[in-house]
């Protein structure tokens, strides 16, 4: 049986100024107006019972420690968030958090409720590493087994910081476009947006906008760069912007925010041909030899801790948000909107299976052609999709229909 636990009570403001936001879209820091975050290591175990210390024999594919390091650790982009929920699933019951470092880690249990002999440990991205990508720490820190990128990221960042993908946490990209339709009643698609000109807020050199921007799907003269994540410049146009979103949390916590108090509307940006994997844990290219082992044992884990999340995120979701709190103040994704927020991924298609119902794999056929496309837009070296990504460590029969 998965394990449980009995969280607190948890009361994480949500509107808070919003010039110390952030939309928690992989880009923007939630800051803290220049405060440094307290720098100790913290039990955040909810109330629970006792925690299992030793993997439970026998285990069909073998224990992790056989084949895997002692400690497994892995590079996120951001702070904590429905993207990286599946990680935090595979937390055990008395997880530590170093707020110094922005980590978390604890005896890695697996969904099904075995206790491996190894420690997962999680490090956020983002401000904790001064924005730098998590492939450039994953090229630089031998002892990173994993990697959260995007397959554009990846591909952008091919010739310093060659890697292969080896599971993807989502099935499809977040990426949005963020419209009021309160404002342009008539704009609900990537063309209408490009048809009315309307401004959009995107994040600088950001390969999601230079896409539509070159294949045409919207104008170059309707960007704007230089979007850090957060929500105000939306609300304070009135929403006469648009607004570069993440589709497991902008669509949940704008409405939230006192100041906006009304629905948006999240256009997908997957309409436009935009065929990226957002959330791909991707491995060294030099090291696959070398980690294939563990990647065999590994992957699958991950696979059976993505179904149990999109299906039962609240526990995990509970804490997340107290460790989000721990590394910043202003942490305002409550467990109610990650809730939602995941219930909107598994609407939309973010989680899930794919067309050929498999969890965690790569659609190749799909990535292909797109990936030809992206690296003549982003003027770099095409990379072959089989040097980008791999099934192979991938269990086809985990699926989220169980």
């Not at 949005?176 to 339709?181: C, F, K, Q």
């Not at 791909?280 to 699958?300: F, G, N």
Request: charged share 20%; with cysteine.
């Amino acid at each position: 049986m998965p394990r449980r636990w009995r969280l607190p009570a948890i009361a994480v403001a949500v509107g808070v100024a919003l010039a110390g936001c952030s939309s928690d879209d992989g880009a923007g820091p939630e800051t803290t107006s220049g405060t440094a975050a307290a720098t100790t290591t913290t039990d955040v175990t909810p109330e629970s019972t006792a925690a299992p210390t030793t993997t439970q024999p026998p285990v069909e594919d073998g224990p992790l420690i056989e084949v895997c390091p002692e400690r497994i650790a892995i590079q996120t982009t951001m702070l904590p968030g429905p993207d990286v929920g599946p990680l935090f699933a595979l937390l055990g019951p008395d997880p530590q958090v170093d707020s110094a470092t922005a980590t978390v880690s604890s005896q890695l249990v697996r969904v099904d409720g075995t206790a491996e002999d190894v420690v997962l440990e999680l490090r956020s991205g983002g401000p904790a590493v001064g924005f730098a990508t998590a492939l450039e720490l994953l090229a630089a820190d031998p002892e990173i087994l994993l990697a959260q990128t995007s397959t554009a990221t990846a591909l952008r960042h091919d010739s310093a910081a060659p890697s292969l993908g080896v599971v993807s946490l989502t099935d499809r990209s977040r990426d949005v476009l963020i419209v009021d339709p309160a404002t342009y009643p008539d704009v609900d698609t990537i063309d209408s947006v490009r048809d009315a000109g309307i401004a959009v807020h995107h994040r600088t050199d950001d390969p999601f906008t230079a896409y539509l921007a070159g294949t045409g799907a919207l104008d170059p003269t309707q960007l704007v760069a230089g979007f850090d994540g957060e929500p105000a410049a939306f609300v304070q146009s009135g929403g006469t912007i648009i607004q570069q979103g993440d589709a497991l949390v902008d669509p949940v916590l704008i409405p939230s925010l006192p100041q906006w108090g009304r629905p948006i509307v999240a256009i997908d940006g997957t309409e436009s041909g935009w065929a990226a994997y957002d959330d791909v844990l991707a491995v060294r290219r030099t090291e696959v030899d070398e980690s294939a082992d563990c990647l065999e044992r590994l992957v699958p884990v991950i696979q059976q801790a993505i179904t149990a999340y999109a299906s039962d995120p609240n526990e995990t979701n509970g804490l997340m948000t107290i460790t989000r709190a721990q590394f910043t103040p202003l942490a305002r994704l409550t467990v109610e909107l990650m809730d939602a927020g995941v219930a909107e991924g598994v609407a939309s298609g973010v989680f899930g299976d794919g067309a050929d119902s498999t969890t965690g794999n790569f659609d190749t056929d799909r990535l292909e052609p797109f990936l030809t496309e992206l690296s003549e837009i982003l003027e770099v070296d095409p990379v072959a999709v089989d040097e980008l990504v791999t099934n192979d460590f991938i269990d086809p029969s985990i699926t989220s229909a169980g």
